[in-house]
């Protein structure tokens, strides 16, 4: 960036995104079924199937199943955003160069230790925590 070495740090591992993302069953199937490379696999996972797999998923994670096609992550995806936005505005403030690349960022490297800074301070002000 500008002939400067630069690091990037991210929030690793926020939400899930493909189960917390989806608004009920048919929305998560579609999506699975989207991602599937038939390739490697050319089975077609009907709705029963999925149904038992999705059963077997939210049966081993008792404390989150509720939150499996719930849309939760959707409402994730919007904290994630908000975080962002505070992160990238302290830099602009600045005048320093950063950019985003999903949920991570990437900053002169001299500035990696602010940006780290920053990062736990938006998780912290979008949170509440």
Not at 26 to 49: C, G, M
Not at 60 to 68: A, D, E, G
Not at 86 to 91: A, D, G, P
Request: hydrophobic fraction near 40%.
């Amino acid at each position: 960036m500008n002939n400067v070495p630069t690091v990037e740090i991210d929030y690793s591992s926020l939400h899930v995104i493909l189960a917390f993302n989806a608004t009920g069953e048919q929305s998560l199937f579609k999506a699975f079924r989207n991602e599937l490379d038939y390739t490697a696999y050319p089975y077609s996972f009907p709705d029963d199937v999925l149904s038992e797999l999705l059963i077997a998923i939210k049966d081993r994670h008792p404390k989150i199943s509720h939150l499996i096609c719930s849309g939760a992550g959707l409402r994730l995806m919007s904290l994630d955003a908000q975080m962002c936005e505070y992160v990238i505005e302290r830099f602009v403030e600045q005048d320093i160069p950063i950019l985003t690349v999903h949920d991570s960022f990437v900053v002169p490297f001299d500035e990696g230790e602010r940006l780290h800074r920053l990062m736990k301070e938006a998780f912290e002000y979008v949170t509440n925590k």
